[in-house]
């Protein structure tokens, strides 16, 4: 389990990059470097990690169900995940 600050800290990084993306595309159409560099550090969407939904684990992330493997592999073995079944031949 992920630390609460540390995926209360990925919700502000988040929330950052939306408010800024209108400013830093207009900012990158023009070429404009300096204007970019005074804007938060937060506001680049690069900063922000990918975390699993449900323990906050960011190694290991499975982009398409959005949890970790360890997640992930759990909950098809319980059959939460639709759809997906066990490897055997």
Do not use: Q
Not at 9 to 30: G, P, S, W
Not at 56 to 63: F, K, S, Y
């Amino acid at each position: 389990m992920a630390k609460v600050a540390w995926t209360e800290r990925n919700k502000r990084k988040k929330e950052t990059v939306i408010k800024y993306a209108a400013i830093r595309a207009e900012l990158k159409a023009k070429h404009d470097y300096a204007g970019l560099a005074k804007l938060p550090r937060d506001a680049s969407p690069s900063r922000v990690v990918n975390r699993c939904s449900m323990s906050g684990r960011r190694r290991g992330h499975l982009r398409k169900f959005g949890v970790s493997r360890l997640t992930f592999r759990e909950a098809a073995l319980n059959g939460l995940i639709p759809g997906v079944v066990k490897a055997s031949w």
